[in-house]
């Protein structure tokens, strides 16, 4: 064991003092939980989870109105298969085929095991699990347990890794991959950690699975729990190839407490207004300015419901034209904006709405005279949950902002979650970039928990062996702990303060690297991330007293950032136009819409890029390398029993 006795700013410690395991797990998340499971299944008992906190990250401190579990379709009689959800998956573009048919076909298994540990996921007297339709998907594949269905994940993990008796170190925050060379190729070895902000860990391991969630930290505007910055620099300092970066996902949520404001929030169509900056004076209606009609008007704020992320196909007469009056109001107008579920908006009534909003409320006993009466006659918790974080819908408006919500591309994945150029590494959860373009609503809970199916099988039945050569091993971690240490020493005397630093960062990414993007700004602000990026490297990071966890992390990030705009840059040299949840200001584009000023002009999106896959590698601390990879289809060889079985049970399926 490892001898918490060293203050990390002392000399560096003998290899008597490193951790052994023979897998670890960076991350206590759904997805890292459930590998931490699966692995145990699987015979893979030596195994360590790594983590900040059980109650820290996305997983446990998010939801949203009904928070979506994406599936196969298991309830009546609609006709589902997993190469129809694959397809599904792939219609926005930019994502593999094998890649979706895995997600489609494991998406039941996730499931059960998710059932079998105790989620109470709805089913019918005939125990036909019930689903309904989600954003991008024309099935009924969604399911839900409410607004906390990956906390409730998380929590039913966490009870059976106890169960099993795997170890969870806490307190714990990885600041450094450990790589080497081995057969000519790149591998990891292991990990460096602070423990308690006071002690430096080192960590030997055979692999290491990475799920450490999505890359919160970037983002001024952020729905992000806020205990969540996301560590996938710490991959891409590595130099881990990285898929489809700039493909994030936006939308409406609320700012004093982090929460998305779909479903049913829009449903009951509440009042727009903005305030002057001081929040109280100076109230009016914003939203009835830019539309024709309180009908056209109140019908695209019903659409929000079911249309939450941003999407570039909707700017033009859709429902994402909102998202975009929502930042001309905070963003150029320097006002702040909120719904106020005290008063309906401007020519409200139940009959001049749009049949479909019209019907729903019927259908749904919600026909009141008020959007917070309609609210509770449909979805109450949704009210109890801001309640519960200080704020009373009946007698306060709820401020909301468009927020940094997803990144559909991360770190880049084999079919079984394997790095594609780290051996033995394995980023599963947000950090691995298996979606594309769009993704279906709740299609991330799922591949999260496939991506722990898939990395503890292979793990088991391809690296459960040592391999590693431990002199090697013991000079690679060696060497990384002297550099941690070298610049934790920088950092007492750094100019760069880690408050101002990340400060710097998510102004910069929400300024450039969020839903609006122009060139005319981002070269500029590129720039000034790799100047930040050389600065913090050479100079280190202030801890600002003795966080140099904060410190660390701030490094990790400034190196992410640059990584993510390089990526962003790429895109836009190429003209690939807007799509997904962002949009490409364009002086000669098409015009969202004649009440906008001609600022608000797009690139219309280029379809040849949508089988294609942008792949980033940081290839020094100064530059970085790409390629647009074609799209691997979905397999369509029909399979035959005994052929698969064969393949099976030699073991040819992991090659």
Same mark, same amino acid.
């Given at each position: 064991?490892?001898?918490?006795?060293?203050?990390? !700013?002392?000399?560096?410690?003998?290899?008597?003092?490193? #951790?052994?395991? #023979?897998?670890?797990?960076?991350?206590?998340?759904?997805?890292?939980?459930?590998?931490?499971?699966?692995?145990?299944?699987?015979?893979?008992?030596?195994?360590?989870?790594?983590?900040?906190?059980?109650?820290?990250?996305?997983?446990?401190?998010?939801?949203?109105?009904?928070?979506?579990?994406?599936?196969?379709?298991?309830?009546?009689?609609?006709?589902?298969?997993?190469?129809?959800?694959?397809?599904?998956?792939?219609?926005?573009?930019?994502?593999?085929?094998?890649?979706?048919?895995?997600?489609?076909?494991?998406?039941?298994?996730?499931?059960?095991?998710?059932? +079998?540990?105790?989620?109470?996921?709805?089913?019918?007297?005939?125990?036909?699990?019930?689903?309904?339709?989600?954003?991008?998907?024309?099935?009924?594949?969604?399911?839900?347990?409410?607004?906390?269905?990956?906390?409730?994940?998380?929590?039913?993990?966490?009870?059976?890794?106890?169960? !099993?008796?795997?170890?969870?170190?806490?307190?714990?925050?990885?600041?450094?991959?450990?790589?080497?060379?081995?057969?000519?190729?790149?591998?990891?070895?292991?990990?460096?950690?602070?423990?308690?902000?006071? &002690?430096?860990?080192?960590? &030997?391991?055979?692999?290491?699975?990475?799920?450490?969630?999505?890359?919160?930290?970037?983002?001024?505007?952020?729905?992000?729990?806020?205990?969540?910055?996301?560590?996938?620099?710490?991959?891409?300092?590595?130099?881990?190839?990285?898929?489809?970066?700039?493909?994030?996902?936006?939308?409406?949520?609320?700012?004093?407490?982090?929460?998305?404001?779909?479903?049913?929030?829009?449903?009951?169509?509440?009042?727009? &207004?903005?305030?002057?900056? =001081?929040?109280?004076?100076?109230?009016?209606?914003?939203?009835?300015?830019?539309? =024709?009609?309180?009908?056209?008007?109140?019908?695209?704020?019903?659409?929000?419901?079911?249309?939450?992320?941003?999407?570039?196909?909707?700017?033009?007469?859709?429902?994402?034209?909102?998202?975009?009056?929502?930042?001309?109001?905070?963003?150029?107008?320097?006002?702040?904006?909120?719904?106020?579920?005290?008063?309906?908006?401007?020519?409200?009534?139940?009959?001049?709405?749009?049949? =479909?909003?019209?019907?729903? /409320?019927?259908?749904?006993?919600?026909?009141?005279?008020?959007?917070?009466?309609?609210?509770?006659?449909?979805?109450?918790?949704?009210?109890?949950?801001?309640?519960?974080?200080?704020?009373?819908?009946?007698?306060?408006?709820?401020?909301?902002?468009?927020?940094?919500?997803?990144?559909?591309?991360?770190?880049?994945?084999?079919?079984?979650?394997?790095?594609?150029?780290?051996?033995?590494?394995?980023?599963?959860?947000?950090?691995?970039?298996?979606?594309?373009?769009?993704?279906?609503?709740?299609?991330?809970?799922?591949?999260?928990?496939?991506?722990?199916?898939?990395?503890?099988?292979?793990?088991?039945?391809?690296?459960?062996?040592?391999?590693?050569?431990?002199?090697?091993?013991?000079?690679?971690?060696?060497?990384?702990?002297?550099?941690?240490?070298?610049?934790?020493?920088?950092?007492?005397?750094?100019?760069?303060?880690?408050?101002?630093?990340?400060?710097?960062?998510?102004?910069?990414?929400?300024?450039?690297?969020? #839903?609006?993007?122009?060139?005319?700004?981002?070269?500029?602000?590129?720039?000034?991330?790799?100047?930040?990026?050389?600065?913090?490297?050479?100079?280190?990071?202030?801890?600002?007293?003795?966080?140099?966890?904060?410190?660390?992390?701030?490094?990790?990030?400034?190196?992410? #950032?640059?990584?993510?705009?390089?990526?962003?840059? &790429?895109?836009?040299?190429?003209?690939?136009?807007?799509?997904?949840?962002?949009?490409? /200001?364009?002086?000669?584009?098409?015009?969202?819409? +004649?009440?906008?000023?001609?600022?608000?002009?797009?690139? /219309?999106?280029?379809?040849?890029?949508?089988?294609?896959?942008?792949?980033?590698?940081?290839?020094?601390?100064?530059?970085?390398?790409?390629?647009?990879?074609?799209?691997?289809?979905?397999?369509?060889?029909?399979?035959?029993?005994?052929?698969?079985?064969?393949?099976?049970?030699?073991?040819?399926?992991?090659?």
């Amino acid at each position: 064991m490892l001898k918490n006795t060293t203050n990390y !700013l002392f000399p560096v410690k003998e290899p008597s003092d490193f #951790h052994r395991v #023979h897998t670890l797990i960076i991350g206590s998340g759904a997805a890292g939980l459930n590998a931490a499971v699966q692995l145990f299944r699987n015979g893979v008992k030596d195994i360590l989870i790594l983590t900040e906190g059980l109650n820290k990250g996305t997983s446990i401190n998010t939801g949203s109105d009904k928070q979506t579990y994406y599936k196969l379709s298991m309830c009546g009689s609609e006709n589902d298969s997993p190469e129809s959800m694959a397809e599904s998956y792939l219609f926005g573009g930019a994502m593999h085929g094998d890649i979706a048919l895995i997600e489609s076909s494991l998406s039941s298994k996730a499931f059960f095991n998710l059932v +079998n540990l105790g989620i109470p996921f709805p089913h019918d007297k005939y125990g036909q699990y019930v689903g309904y339709k989600t954003d991008h998907d024309p099935h009924q594949r969604a399911t839900s347990v409410g607004p906390y269905t990956s906390q409730e994940m998380c929590k039913h993990l966490a009870n059976e890794v106890k169960n !099993l008796g795997i170890p969870i170190y806490e307190n714990r925050e990885v600041i450094k991959l450990v790589t080497t060379i081995q057969n000519k190729e790149k591998r990891i070895v292991g990990a460096v950690a602070i423990f308690d902000d006071k &002690i430096l860990e080192a960590y &030997i391991a055979e692999n290491i699975i990475f799920a450490v969630g999505g890359p919160g930290g970037l983002y001024k505007t952020s729905v992000y729990p806020e205990v969540h910055f996301g560590s996938i620099g710490l991959a891409l300092m590595e130099g881990a190839e990285a898929n489809n970066l700039p493909e994030s996902q936006f939308g409406l949520a609320s700012v004093k407490f982090r929460w998305n404001v779909s479903g049913t929030y829009m449903q009951v169509i509440p009042k727009f &207004i903005s305030r002057a900056p =001081d929040g109280v004076s100076d109230e009016r209606e914003f939203l009835i300015d830019y539309f =024709d009609s309180a009908h056209e008007m109140n019908g695209n704020v019903f659409l929000k419901g079911y249309q939450w992320p941003f999407d570039a196909n909707k700017v033009f007469d859709g429902s994402s034209i909102i998202d975009i009056l929502v930042y001309i109001e905070t963003v150029e107008n320097n006002r702040r904006v909120f719904l106020d579920f005290r008063k309906n908006p401007h020519g409200f009534s139940i009959e001049n709405l749009p049949d =479909d909003a019209k019907n729903y /409320l019927i259908r749904s006993n919600a026909a009141y005279d008020s959007p917070i009466e309609r609210l509770s006659a449909m979805n109450p918790g949704a009210i109890e949950l801001f309640k519960h974080n200080n704020i009373d819908l009946f007698t306060e408006p709820l401020e909301i902002a468009v927020c940094a919500q997803h990144n559909n591309g991360g770190l880049s994945g084999s079919i079984w979650w394997e790095s594609t150029n780290i051996k033995h590494f394995f980023p599963i959860g947000e950090v691995n970039g298996s979606h594309g373009v769009n993704r279906p609503g709740g299609s991330a809970l799922n591949s999260g928990q496939v991506g722990g199916f898939r990395a503890a099988e292979f793990i088991a039945n391809q690296y459960s062996n040592s391999s590693l050569d431990y002199d090697d091993v013991n000079k690679q971690i060696r060497k990384s702990l002297e550099e941690v240490v070298n610049w934790t020493q920088l950092s007492k005397q750094s100019p760069f303060s880690y408050k101002n630093v990340l400060k710097d960062i998510q102004n910069r990414m929400t300024f450039v690297g969020s #839903h609006i993007r122009s060139k005319e700004f981002l070269e500029d602000e590129l720039a000034q991330a790799k100047k930040l990026v050389r600065e913090i490297l050479s100079f280190g990071c202030s801890p600002d007293g003795d966080s140099y966890k904060m410190a660390f992390r701030a490094l990790q990030l400034s190196y992410a #950032h640059w990584i993510y705009l390089e990526s962003i840059n &790429i895109m836009l040299d190429d003209n690939v136009g807007s799509r997904g949840s962002y949009i490409v /200001l364009d002086p000669f584009g098409k015009k969202i819409n +004649n009440k906008l000023s001609d600022k608000w002009r797009i690139q /219309l999106e280029n379809p040849s890029f949508r089988n294609k896959i942008l792949v980033t590698q940081a290839i020094s601390n100064d530059s970085i390398d790409y390629d647009w990879k074609s799209t691997r289809p979905v397999p369509q060889n029909q399979p035959w029993f005994e052929t698969v079985w064969s393949e099976f049970l030699s073991g040819e399926i992991y090659k």
